[in-house]
């Protein structure tokens, strides 16, 4: 079946530097790849939409120059948080869509999540 | 916003009892796609179910079902004779195709008690 990969899993940061998450579609090319931050015990939220070579779609109130957001294969699609502050610690979700078995329909896959907190 | 709503913050049920999680769904759209997603404490989504505003066919799956009514934009899901490993956060959520971003409801805390 489709999988998802998330790298790293979990990361711990110091306010002020930069956190680089990876978000791979493992057997199958994403056209298009969605990032989502859940604070804890809260739903899913969509920051932006990414697809292949072009420049992310950022949804209203995330700053595209915090959340720096780079798709640059059909494969992968990374998050970056720049300066990261403590009210940035969140889980981070990535989903890639895709055909991912013979005669399927485009489906969403969602990744296994990022655990991000910042001191 | 075409939003989802979860009523159910929180439910709690002794083990083997039958739950019902509500949805209700706000949609302009004559296509359109539903979900269920369950969230167990790892964090990780588990898909459960997509259907297209054209099915409204009711689902079963093993101890799960699901009722879609377009009549009252509800799509409800119950677990029926629950057991522990169902205790999770469920989320309900509408897409405007099988892939394009979800919007997601505010989840349903759900605690199976032994």
């Known amino acids: 079946g489709a999988v998802v990969s998330q790298h790293p899993s979990r990361v711990i940061c110091k306010s002020g530097t930069s956190v680089k998450i990876e978000c791979r579609s493992l057997d199958f090319q994403a056209t298009t790849m969605f990032w989502y931050r859940q604070f804890p015990k809260q739903s899913l939220m969509l920051m932006a939409t990414?697809?292949?070579?072009?420049?992310?779609?950022?949804e209203q109130g995330v700053e595209k120059d915090k959340f720096l957001i780079n798709h640059a294969s059909l494969t992968l699609s990374t998050l970056t948080v720049t300066s990261a502050h403590p009210e940035d610690s969140s889980f981070y979700i990535c989903?890639?869509?895709?055909?991912?078995?013979?005669?399927?329909?485009?489906?969403?896959?969602f990744g296994p999540g990022t655990r991000l907190l910042v001191l | 916003a075409q939003k989802v709503t979860q009523a159910q913050t929180e439910i709690s049920v002794v083990e083997k009892e039958d739950v019902t999680l509500d949805c209700v769904y706000e949609?302009?759209?004559?296509?359109?796609?539903l979900f269920w997603y369950k969230q167990p404490p790892s964090g990780e989504l588990v898909f459960l179910i997509r259907r297209n505003s054209f099915d409204e066919q009711n689902e079963i799956s093993g101890r799960y079902s699901w009722n879609f009514q377009k009549s009252t934009s509800s799509f409800n899901f119950t677990i029926t004779a629950s057991q522990v490993v169902d205790s999770a956060v469920y989320f309900c959520?509408?897409?405007?195709?099988?892939?394009?971003?979800?919007?997601f409801g505010s989840g349903t805390r759900l605690s199976i008690r032994p």
């Open positions: 959520a509408r897409g405007n195709s099988s892939a394009s971003k979800i919007i």
């Open positions: 949609t302009r759209d004559t296509t359109y796609y």
């Open positions: 989903s890639a869509t895709g055909v991912a078995e013979r005669g399927g329909s485009e489906t969403q896959y």
């Open positions: 990414s697809n292949e070579g072009s420049k992310a779609t950022y």
